[in-house]
């Protein structure tokens, strides 16, 4: 049983392919690149890109299960459907794919749109597939960590709503128990979606009043302000990109990003263990 996995350096990837390699899978991870790469032993890189057409067909061959994962890029929704075309042409069947909580509804943002396009193309290409869609990642408050440690304020703008933020590594469990079941099932299991989400759903003032609980002191909650968001994502990030976070973060204030009725239930029994918990983080962030 091989198993490819794009963005396999990546927050998720990696993670993705360490739970392949502990349950016995075959792994080739595809990364942009190989002197980059630490990965167990046995594991197969490589080197290639979603564009690169030929590194695609030399990577997918003898494949029987593909992670895709696209990262938001200018072009991230011709990589999608690049690579799945050449999956297909390739023979390569069963995927699980990356997408994100309300692909489908909140169109308006350009990863979300092109995700919930590429959901689509999977649906009716006819792939025995699972596509999974994660909610904020907790892991992404890795880069606030010291406007909140060192000046009290959780900047986020997640609103009032509330958000199931999720853990990168229930992201990469339930990613791999899903790829291992695709590989072994038959063609034509029909397409499943699973919502990633953490076990509670914060406001930004719930996220500012844990930070508080965890460290001991005060940390408080910097507001629903988008537009102020955008201006600091540009200071290190290209200014569509940072536009485009202004975008889901205006999302987040309007219509939060809560799971459905039994999300986290179905999450615990895949995983038979309980999520990890933003408590969790904020302690391991403090820690260090």
Not at 93 to 108: C, E, I, K, P, T
Not at 150 to 179: Q, S, T
Not at 190 to 209: S, W, Y
């Amino acid at each position: 049983m091989t198993i490819l996995v794009t963005g396999a350096t990546g927050r998720v990837g990696h993670l993705v392919v360490e739970q392949l390699v502990r349950r016995g899978a075959d792994v080739r991870a595809f990364v942009r690149d190989p002197a980059k790469a630490s990965f167990p032993a046995g594991v197969e890189v490589v080197k290639g890109d979603l564009l690169d057409v030929d590194a695609l067909r030399a990577a997918f061959t003898g494949v029987d299960a593909l992670f895709l994962l696209n990262a938001v890029a200018g072009d991230e929704f011709t990589q999608a459907l690049v690579a799945l075309n050449i999956a297909r042409e390739c023979g390569v069947q069963r995927v699980v794919y990356l997408s994100v909580l309300h692909a489908d509804g909140f169109v308006n943002v350009p990863h979300f749109a092109v995700k919930s396009g590429a959901e689509r193309m999977i649906e009716q290409m006819g792939f025995s597939a699972t596509i999974l869609r994660p909610a904020y990642f907790i892991d992404n408050d890795v880069m606030i960590k010291d406007v909140v440690l060192n000046h009290g304020v959780y900047p986020m703008p997640i609103g009032g709503k509330g958000v199931a933020m999720v853990d990168a590594r229930d992201i990469a469990e339930v990613a791999a128990i899903e790829l291992i079941r695709r590989a072994g099932a038959p063609l034509g299991t029909p397409v499943e979606t699973i919502n990633l989400v953490g076990p509670q759903t914060l406001t930004g003032a719930d996220a500012a009043a844990l930070c508080s609980d965890v460290l001991g002191r005060p940390v408080i909650y910097g507001g629903d302000d988008p537009a102020a968001f955008e201006q600091t994502m540009a200071g290190f990030m290209p200014r569509w990109m940072a536009y485009e976070m202004r975008l889901m973060a205006e999302r987040y204030v309007s219509d939060g990003m809560v799971p459905e009725a039994g999300d986290v239930e179905r999450l615990v029994q895949i995983l038979g263990r309980p999520l990890h918990t933003y408590r969790d983080f904020v302690a391991r962030i403090a820690a260090a």
